[in-house]
T-cell receptor, first 113, second 114 residues
Framework: GDSVTQMEGPVTLSEEAFLTINCTYT??????LFWYVQYPGEGLQLLLK?????DKGSNKGFEATYRKETTSFHLEKGSVQVSDSAVYFCALGRTGTASKLTFGTGTRLQVTL | DVKVTQSSRYLVKRTGEKVFLECVQDMDHENMFWYRQDPGLGLRLIYF???????EKGDIPEGYSVSREKKERFSLILESASTNQTSMYLCASSETSGGAWEQYFGPGTRLTVT
């Protein structure tokens, strides 16, 4: 079955540091890939998405590229801010599954001054 | 903006009680979902519904049931709450058309069963 594997957290960075959160997936067919973010005390919200191989999703300075050859969708940001402190979830969805998504376990990011 | 609301942010119930968690969305979405979120386990799908009165089991349906009598409302029911159901419960909705299946989430209900 489908699965998503994320790097374990927490990830602790100083402000303005470079961020990478690794995500790899196992799925049949050609899934769409997503990054969701959960700020403290809130529900998840979509950060970015990519629907086919080699697509790059981007939003709020975050980027991720759909790499089919390595089955990966790593999240990157060039310069993190304290306000980026949150839990980040990688997810995949497949056609014909009634919009169901398979989520990774989440990676907590803490950014300090 | 899409809005998904959940009836309570925090709930404390006793073992054996019947618990209702309510979710309402205002964007006329066909699909609605209930997840539970636990540390180290991420989000796990309990049930989802793709239309009024239609439902399908997710990955961990045991001990739960759902009801969808109106398109905008999706209820999660714990028939007899147990301590291992203490968790954060998240509701989400999405439309069927438009590709990429973005899900919109509510703020969550933190349920404690004592």
């Amino acid at each position: 079955g489908d699965s998503v594997t994320q790097m374990e957290g927490p990830v602790t960075l100083s402000e303005e540091a470079f961020l990478t959160i690794n995500c790899t997936y196992t799925a049949t067919g050609y899934p769409s890939l997503f990054w969701y973010v959960q700020y403290p005390g809130e529900g998840l919200q979509l950060l970015l998405k990519a629907t086919k191989a080699d697509d790059k999703g981007s939003n709020k300075g975050f980027e991720a590229t759909y790499r089919k050859e390595t089955t990966s969708f790593h999240l990157e940001k060039g310069s993190v801010q304290v306000s980026d402190s949150a839990v980040y979830f990688c997810a995949l969805g497949r056609t014909g599954t009634a919009s169901k998504l398979t989520f990774g376990t989440g990676t907590r990011l803490q950014v300090t001054l | 903006d899409v809005k998904v609301t959940q009836s309570s942010r925090y709930l404390v119930k006793r073992t054996g009680e019947k618990v209702f968690l309510e979710c309402v969305q205002d964007m006329d979405h066909e699909n609605m979902f209930w997840y539970r979120q636990d540390p180290g386990l991420g989000l796990r799908l309990i049930y989802f519904s793709y239309d009024v009165k239609m439902k399908e089991k997710g990955d961990i349906p045991e001990g739960y049931s759902v009801s969808r009598e109106k398109k905008e409302r999706f209820s999660l029911i714990l028939e007899s709450a147990s301590t291992n159901q203490t968790s954060m419960y998240l509701c989400a909705s999405s439309e069927t058309s438009g590709g990429a299946w973005e899900q919109y989430f509510g703020p969550g209900t933190r349920l404690t069963v004592t």
